[in-house]
């Protein structure tokens, strides 16, 4: 087996502590609780109030990681953000954090693969160190969906939900860390999950306010068809890649999507259901910090310890898909 060359160090979260169930969405829209169940397996999910920014959530998650690790905001040498929910479009998120973490010695910038954001941050964090940028890259993945979705449309709002995750990357020290990873990418499907306007390409207009072309867009069922082949795809290159088999994987933990979604990547992968993190129940799509809370209740909950071997795989707009082994 390869020799790991880069660890994650710590893991911390932050969920909103409004809880919106089902139920509540069945009184604002054409839609119940049994139907979000069924096709989703969501039960409820996080909003964020307007003092929770998308900064500020990601800040809670990195404070944990630098405490679990012994190190102050002073100690970070880059800051890699995954998010499609930036508090505004410049400067970065990255940059937000770093101005309200203190962290006056880091880099930051945002890494923009939406869902797959988070895997993409770890390998863009295992870069900068063997390109010699730092030693200690903290990589936050939070979202506030809640803002950029239409809550008039039910094919899309009873998905999403608030939160944050984080870990530090660091120079490993033994057997622990990154064994494998894999990303790809295909941005030719980008029209079934996007967001039309509010860029450059259309500027924010009276128009764009009243047609909602602000929010996310996503044509479910394509998307849900490509989200399975491109998992179970991420999934056969990173155990590939790492030289193991389905049966050496002791924890798979996919973007929580929908619950159907987790099932065929697992059934693919040939990993049993007990051993897949599940907590899209509780959480809903939070997008690129999904594997990052998953990842954080794993640690915390003993689900994840060290030893075993855990695998990411990830999938979402852009399309962006990525996949990574980790010995723990
Ligand atoms: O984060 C990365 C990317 N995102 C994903 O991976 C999400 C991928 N897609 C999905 O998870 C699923 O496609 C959805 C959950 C979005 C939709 O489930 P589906 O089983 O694919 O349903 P559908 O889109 O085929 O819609 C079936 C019916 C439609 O009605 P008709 O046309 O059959 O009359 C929809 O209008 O369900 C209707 N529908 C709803 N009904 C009640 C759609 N949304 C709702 C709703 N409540 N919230």
């Not at 939900?161 to 057997?175: H, P």
Request: hydrophobic letters at 45%; glycine letters at 8%; charged letters at 20%.
């Amino acid at each position: 087996m390869k020799r790991p060359f880069a660890e994650l160090s710590g893991t911390g979260s932050y969920a909103p502590p409004r809880v919106m169930t089902n139920d509540e969405f069945s009184k604002i829209l054409d839609t119940s609780d049994q139907w979000i169940r069924e096709r989703t397996g969501i039960r409820e999910r996080r909003v964020s109030s307007k003092d929770e920014s998308n900064a500020c959530m990601g800040k809670a998650a990195a404070l944990q990681v630098l405490e679990q690790n012994g190190l102050t905001p002073l100690d970070v040498d880059a800051i890699v953000y995954a998010t499609a929910s930036p508090d505004r479009l410049l400067p970065s998120a990255a940059c937000d954090l770093q101005a309200i973490l203190g962290a006056k010695n880091a880099a930051a910038f945002d890494v923009g693969a939406a869902c797959s954001g988070f895997v993409y941050a770890l390998n863009v964090a295992e870069g900068l160190i063997a390109s010699e940028q730092g030693e200690r890259v903290l990589v936050v993945a939070a979202e506030k969906l809640t803002s950029i979705m239409d809550w008039t449309d039910r094919t899309t709002a009873v998905l999403f939900g608030d939160g944050a995750g984080a870990t530090l990357v660091r120079r490993s020290a033994g057997a622990r860390g990154i064994l494998a990873s894999y990303m790809k990418s295909d941005g030719t499907l980008a029209e079934l999950l996007y967001r039309p306007g509010g860029g450059a390409a259309h500027p924010p207009s009276e128009e764009l306010l009243k047609d909602h072309s602000y929010y996310i867009k996503m044509a479910g069922r394509e998307v849900f068809k490509a989200a399975v082949l491109s998992m179970a795809d991420a999934c056969d290159h990173a155990l590939q890649r790492a030289g193991l088999a389905a049966g050496d994987v002791d924890l798979l933990i996919p973007h929580q999507a929908n619950i159907r979604i987790i099932e065929a990547t697992a059934k693919h992968a040939g990993v049993p259901m007990d051993k897949v993190y599940v907590n899209v129940d509780r959480f809903g799509n939070t997008s690129a910090a999904s594997i990052a809370i998953a990842l954080d209740e794993a640690v915390k909950t003993g689900r994840l310890v060290p030893g075993m071997t855990v695998m990411f795989v990830a999938f979402g707009a852009g399309f962006t898909w990525a996949s990574m082994v980790v010995k723990w």
